[in-house]
């Protein structure tokens, strides 16, 4: 007896990945990329005093003026994010192993910058598929940056194969806990997870501060430092340093994956889903609304304690009192971005993260303070969040089959 493989057996990995995304309205998706790099490019070239000089000679010499500084911040963006191409290229002419390596650290730098958005963009994705706001993972990332870093330190003798899970662990389940508190509230007392995730950022934040401040400081140090993690706990570095570049990047694209294959291809990733489409219709067919709400939320804060620890196993090595990293609230965004997809987390982690490397060197060489980057954001995000707008400046039909509701990722006939 003989058996055909179905289409959906014959399809590559590449192909599934490519209509999971082509699902979500990857041409609003893109327009409103290009829409916040042009209403950002606006807002450079009208808040220069010298585009206003130059216009105030002539309005050509304004308009030469505004081109130039856009051209200027753009590229200095680019070569941030990416090194200069005839850099690139004279290096791997030259075949030279360490001009090349030096040509290819700004991309790499850009990876590094990525990772934690990896994560906590997969981990906000996650809550608001299950229909919860998880707004706590910037403390979800501290709290697992500590415990991960207090593993990192703590434990002794053990080979990197044993360590580097283990803190990791740690770090996962810190995060888990700080997010199993807030989903525990919402389903015992009501409380709404936006304001108690919120409460928890400032938890986190303190807490640290004080651990950092006094039980867990390297007395060592002129300011208050944690101990480094043993050299055991070292995430692989894979590149000679002084790149940074390391094994945390590829856990995350893991995670993301591993993400989309329980939202999309398991019995409780289907709950998931219904629970955040709708609960009481979700809690009539019988699922436990309690418990998945709890656990949704509690994988949530593990996979942005995943984060925190990357950092400091792959990055830092300690922990200062330069808490805040901003990864978890620009996630939000990078979700939403997203439309609530894990692999579409992928590529939204990777324009942030190379826009947040590259913003450094723009600085620097057009004078544009790296601030603007957060405004491209925010614009990117007002044009997903109002997609009508998109349609009628490019003058796009109106959808006729299925659209992606940005809140929950669902999908919605429109007639």
Request: aromatic share 12%; net charge positive; glycine share 8%.
């Amino acid at each position: 007896m003989t058996t055909t493989k179905t289409n959906s057996e014959k399809r590559s990995f590449l192909s599934v990945f490519y209509e999971e995304l082509s699902k979500n309205s990857l041409t609003i998706i893109i327009l409103s990329i290009i829409s916040g790099f042009i209403m950002g490019a606006i807002l450079v070239a009208f808040t220069s005093p010298e585009v206003y000089k130059a216009f105030g000679v002539s309005f050509g010499s304004g308009l030469s003026a505004a081109w130039k500084l856009i051209a200027d911040t753009y590229s200095s963006l680019f070569l941030g994010s990416f090194g200069d191409p005839a850099i690139i290229v004279a290096a791997l002419k030259s075949k030279d192993q360490a001009a090349i390596l030096k040509a290819f650290t700004p991309i790499l730098e850009s990876l590094v910058v990525t990772t934690p958005y990896l994560f906590t963009g997969v981990a906000v994705a996650l809550g608001f598929k299950a229909g919860l706001f998880n707004i706590g993972a910037e403390g979800q990332v501290l709290v697992g940056t500590i415990a991960a870093g207090w593993a990192g330190w703590t434990f002794t003798g053990l080979s990197p194969w044993v360590h580097v899970p283990l803190a990791m662990l740690v770090g996962a389940a810190a995060g888990a806990i700080w997010g199993f508190i807030p989903g525990l509230l919402k389903v015992k007392t009501g409380a709404h997870e936006v304001i108690t995730t919120i409460m928890m950022n400032y938890v986190a934040y303190y807490l640290i501060y004080y651990l950092i401040s006094a039980p867990m400081r390297d007395m060592t140090q002129m300011t208050p430092k944690t101990p480094l993690i043993q050299e055991s706990a070292h995430l692989i570095r894979l590149f000679p340093d002084p790149i940074r570049f390391h094994l945390g990047f590829f856990i995350a694209i893991a995670v993301a994956f591993i993400v989309w294959f329980i939202l999309f291809k398991t019995t409780w990733g289907y709950e998931i889903r219904s629970v955040g489409l709708n609960p009481a219709a979700s809690k009539y067919a019988g699922m436990n609304i309690t418990t998945i709400t709890v656990a949704a939320m509690s994988l949530s804060g593990g996979i942005a304690g995943l984060a925190g620890a990357s950092e400091i196993l792959g990055v830092t090595w300690r922990q200062s009192q330069a808490l805040s990293s901003g990864y978890g609230f620009d996630s939000i965004a990078l979700a939403l971005l997203a439309q609530n997809h894990p692999l579409g987390v992928i590529l939204t982690a990777l324009l942030f993260g190379f826009l947040k490397s590259g913003s450094r060197v723009m600085q620097v060489r057009a004078g544009v303070p790296i601030y603007i980057i957060n405004i491209l954001q925010a614009f990117i995000i007002l044009f997903i969040a109002a997609p009508a707008i998109v349609r009628t400046i490019y003058r796009l039909k109106q959808p006729s089959t299925k659209e992606i509701s940005i809140s929950t990722g669902s999908f919605s006939e429109r007639k």
